[in-house]
């Protein structure tokens, strides 16, 4: 018989991100999971949260990862704060599901995988979309290539221009998304990376990249495409996206 015994789950951050995934939670009624306890800075942010939910709140996550009794906390502060956020929460025996980027160096990365390892705790990059993504089911036959693109107005978005700064806009704000929906399909590691960025001319930060990855699988190949739109040209159009994956059988789209 399966533990279902709810996971007791503590939100660190409570801004846009966080307040999209409070929403999937609340709409999966067969979700074993309590939300109860969460961190902010922002007073409104915390009033609001126990207002919904009645749980402990606290101003940092710090002190959330010392005091609160839960078993995983969920990271969704910027991501220049997740290696401190995942440090204080494996370090008190806590599972950390972390936003995307995971970090925003691979020396952060893997300092972040260490204390995880040290501390017998599960750490899990949230990358939403693959969950969206197409999982082939051999109707293609062989895999040979993955070639996807994605064109958003992610620079255009109300972000302080110092954030768009500090993650190098759509590149570690969507490229993980991108990636890993690749990574997905492509069903493996990567073992090489070739790729070139450019700067959006208005912002002057970078507006999107070019990108060419080799797997480990040898044979599967992917090509990953963002871009800025300007506002003007069409105004929040959301996502627009597609894959294109070449098997020896047939191409899915
Ligand atoms: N998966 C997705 O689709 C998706 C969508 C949006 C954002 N994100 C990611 O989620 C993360 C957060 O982005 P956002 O858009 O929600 O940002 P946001 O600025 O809206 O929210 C960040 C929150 O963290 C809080 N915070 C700051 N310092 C803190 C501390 N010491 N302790 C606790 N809370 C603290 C802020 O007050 C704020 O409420 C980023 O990594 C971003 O890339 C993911």
């Keep these: 018989m399966p533990d279902r015994k709810p996971l007791r789950l503590g939100m660190i951050g409570l801004g846009q991100a966080s307040s999209q995934i409070i929403h999937e939670i609340r709409a999966a009624k067969d ?7 969460a961190a902010d800075p922002r007073p409104h942010a915390r009033a609001a949260f126990k207002a919904e939910f009645g749980g402990q709140v606290f101003v940092d996550a710090a002190e959330l990862c010392r005091n609160a009794g839960v078993d995983a906390v969920y990271v969704a502060t910027p991501p220049w ?20 980027p995971l970090a925003l160096s691979l020396s952060d990365c893997d300092q972040m995988v260490a204390v995880a390892r040290r501390s017998g705790v599960k750490l899990l990059a949230g990358h939403t979309h693959s969950f969206d993504a197409l999982v082939t089911t051999g109707k293609v036959g062989k895999l040979h290539a993955v070639n996807s693109w994605n064109f958003n107005e992610f620079n255009h978005r109300s972000r302080l221009t110092a954030e768009l700064a500090a993650t190098h806009g759509p590149l570690f704000n969507q490229g993980p998304h991108q990636i ?74």
């Excluded at 044979?219 to 994956?245: H, S, Y």
């Design 31 to 37: 979700c074993p999971w309590t939300l109860a306890v």
């Design 81 to 100: 704060m997740h290696l401190e956020h995942t440090i204080a929460a494996a370090e008190s025996g806590k599972h950390i599901i972390c936003e995307k």
């Design 180 to 253: 890993d929906i690749v990574r997905q399909i492509a069903g493996g590691m990567v073992k090489s990376v070739r790729a070139s960025t450019f700067i959006d001319g208005v912002t002057g930060i970078e507006g999107g990249y070019v990108g060419y990855l080799e797997f480990e699988n040898g044979l599967r190949r992917a090509v990953l495409v963002a871009r800025r739109r300007r506002p003007a040209a069409r105004p929040r159009p959301g996502l627009e996206a597609a894959a294109q994956l070449p098997g020896d059988r047939q191409a899915a789209a």
